[in-house]
């Protein structure tokens, strides 16, 4: 699979092993254990169109206590969960050409 400039993949777990080259440019990975799933609002429910997926947009963990208007109208049941997912293990690693 080769990706392209720009291209941001919905926070997933996949259910096999993975390899990657970076050939030219960069790419910005956030990863996350098994075990921090819970936390993560993933999916596991086979037939749910959204399995093994995220329903977190996780660009508003920012928001917390920001104080702003867009935390202000967030749903409670989303802060919730950001507030949980906030606390999860993650590793934020960026791969360079040649790694």
Same mark, same amino acid.
């Given at each position: 699979?080769? +990706?392209?400039? +720009? ?7 996949? =259910? ?10 960069? &790419? ?10 819970? &936390? ?7 037939? !749910?169109?959204? *399995? ?5 947009? *996780? +660009? !508003? ?8 208007? #867009? $935390?202000? #109208?967030?749903?409670?049941? $989303?802060? $919730?969960? /950001?507030?949980? =997912? &906030?606390?999860?293990?993650?590793? #934020?690693?960026? /791969? &360079?050409? +040649?790694?």
């Amino acid at each position: 699979r080769f +990706g392209e400039r +720009g291209v941001t993949a919905a926070t997933h777990y996949d =259910a096999g092993r993975n390899m990657i080259a970076m050939i030219s440019g960069a &790419k910005r990975y956030i990863l996350s254990p098994p075990n921090a799933c819970p &936390k993560l609002g993933m999916v596991v429910y086979k037939k !749910h169109p959204a *399995f093994r997926h995220s329903l977190l947009n *996780f +660009g !508003h963990i920012s928001l917390l206590e920001s104080g702003s208007q #867009d $935390e202000m #109208d967030m749903p409670s049941t $989303e802060r $919730e969960w /950001l507030e949980i =997912a &906030k606390e999860a293990l993650t590793i #934020d690693t960026v /791969l &360079k050409a +040649g790694e």
